[in-house]
């Protein structure tokens, strides 16, 4: 079991004036941003392709998932490529940030559960946030916002089966 003062490592990012995490453990890499090549008929968030380490993998603008402005590309621009567990398989896909931070932890009991937030960010792509610095970081819940079931990713693979 499992305490509550254990504490996780975590990717700190920003997405504007406001920082994510995801855990440091679904990470595989931090790129720098390149234009990625583009996939017809898919969702505005899905930027295209890109090849890392010869596999391609999807590019997802996660300011427009979260129904932000898009990403304006700076000298600060990142890609986490991320490997989520959906089920049986894992999807490989590449975050864009407007900047990475760093790896840091987090204790367990510092994780407040997700508030209901209103419009802006749907409550159930969060897994929770946590107080830092007079701020939030909010941890997203990958798995959620790009399982099959969601709305998330699932258009993709629609697309591509038609």
């Known amino acids: 079991m499992i305490s509550n003062d254990a504490e996780s490592q975590f990717v700190t990012f920003?997405?504007?004036?406001e920082v994510f995490a995801v855990?440091?453990?679904?990470?595989?890499?931090?790129?720098?941003?390149?234009?990625?090549?583009?996939i017809p008929?898919?969702?505005?968030?899905?930027?295209?392709l890109r090849d890392v380490r010869g596999q391609g993998?999807?590019?997802?603008?996660l300011r427009l998932r979260l129904g932000m402005p898009a990403t304006e590309k700076t000298p600060h621009?990142?890609?986490?490529?991320?490997?989520?567990?959906?089920?049986?398989?894992?999807l490989t896909l590449g975050l864009v940030a407007?900047?990475?931070?760093e790896v840091t932890p987090f204790r367990q009991d510092a994780i407040e559960s997700?508030?209901?937030?209103?419009?802006?960010?749907?409550?159930e792509y969060i897994e929770g946030v946590v107080r830092r610095q007079g701020d939030f970081v909010v941890v997203i819940n990958l798995a959620?916002?790009?399982?099959?079931?969601?709305?998330?990713?699932?258009?993709?693979?629609?697309?591509?089966?038609?």
């Open 14 to 17: 920003a997405l504007g004036d």
């Open 23 to 38: 855990p440091v453990g679904v990470v595989r890499e931090i790129l720098d941003h390149e234009d990625a090549f583009k």
């Open 41 to 48: 008929h898919g969702p505005s968030y899905l930027l295209g």
């Open 57 to 61: 993998v999807p590019i997802v603008d």
């Open 77 to 90: 621009t990142r890609v986490l490529v991320l490997d989520i567990p959906l089920g049986q398989r894992i």
């Open 98 to 101: 407007d900047k990475v931070f």
């Open 114 to 123: 997700a508030p209901d937030i209103g419009v802006r960010w749907r409550s």
């Open 144 to 162: 959620q916002l790009f399982s099959d079931s969601g709305p998330a990713l699932a258009s993709v693979a629609n697309n591509a089966a038609a």
